[in-house]
Every structure is written in structure tokens, then in C-alpha cells.
Nanobody, 122 residues
Framework: QVHLVESGGGLVQPGGSLILSCVAT????????LGWYRQAPGKQRELVAF???????NYGPFVQGRFTISTDNTKNTVTLRMNSLKLEDTALYYC????????????????WGQGTQVTVSS
């Protein structure tokens, strides 16, 4: 079992930055894939970024170089640095982990955090 807790969401103006963090506890040493997803009201859940051990990060097409995902295995954390935020980045952001799967498909991840709200507004 893996327990994930996100933090760092909030209200930011367009063009601003936020850093989201996700701490994994439990069987975190066995995590293979880690990802960030988001879901806006009335929209489907979509990939923001995912990463696994020894593999380069992958990002959703809307990221366009604005976000960076990183992991710290010593602290069992995955961080999402978001720059140049846009109004359309407003959503609930989720951290996801899996002991086997590593890829873009959100439905393949077994463990999820509760989500942290990101609101981009002027």
C-alpha cells in the first residue's frame, strides 16, 4: 500500500508560478511510476507529467516546457514545478503512483492522492 499526500496548490495570477509536492509513504520504496494528473470541472482527467526510475520525464502536450517533474527518492517525494501558468491550467491536481506501471494512462495507476487545487485567475 502507498499513501500519497499533495500540497502546494493555491491561487496565482496568470504568468505566475507554483510548486506542487507529493509525499509518498507506505511501500514507497517499491514505486515504479509516478505521475501528476489534473481534472477541471466538466473535463476528463488528463496527464500533466509522469516519470519512472531511470527514465526521462514525459509531459502532456499542453505543458510546452512550462512544467518540470522531479523526484527525490531519499524523501519519497515527487515535485511539479509550474511556470507561466495560464487560466486554463486551473484544475484539481492529483499525484499518482504505481508499483509496476509507468506510463501516461491514468487508469493504470493504483494509488492516488486527494488532490490539490490550482486556480489561475487575475
Amino acid at each position: 500500500q502507498v499513501h500519497l499526500v499533495e500540497s502546494g496548490g493555491g491561487l496565482v495570477q496568470p504568468g505566475g508560478s507554483l510548486i506542487l509536492s507529493c509525499v509518498a509513504t507506505g511501500d514507497s520504496a517499491w514505486i515504479n511510476g509516478l505521475g501528476w494528473y489534473r481534472q477541471a470541472p466538466g473535463k476528463q482527467r488528463e496527464l500533466v507529467a509522469f516519470k519512472s526510475k531511470g527514465v526521462d520525464a514525459n509531459y502532456g502536450p499542453f505543458v510546452q516546457g512550462r512544467f518540470t517533474i522531479s523526484t527525490d527518492n531519499t524523501k519519497n517525494t515527487v515535485t511539479l514545478r509550474m511556470n507561466s501558468l495560464k487560466l486554463e491550467d486551473t484544475a484539481l491536481y492529483y499525484c499518482a503512483a504505481d508499483l509496476k506501471y509507468t506510463g501516461p494512462d491514468w487508469y493504470e495507476y493504483d494509488y492516488w492522492g486527494q488532490g490539490t487545487q490550482v486556480t489561475v485567475s487575475s
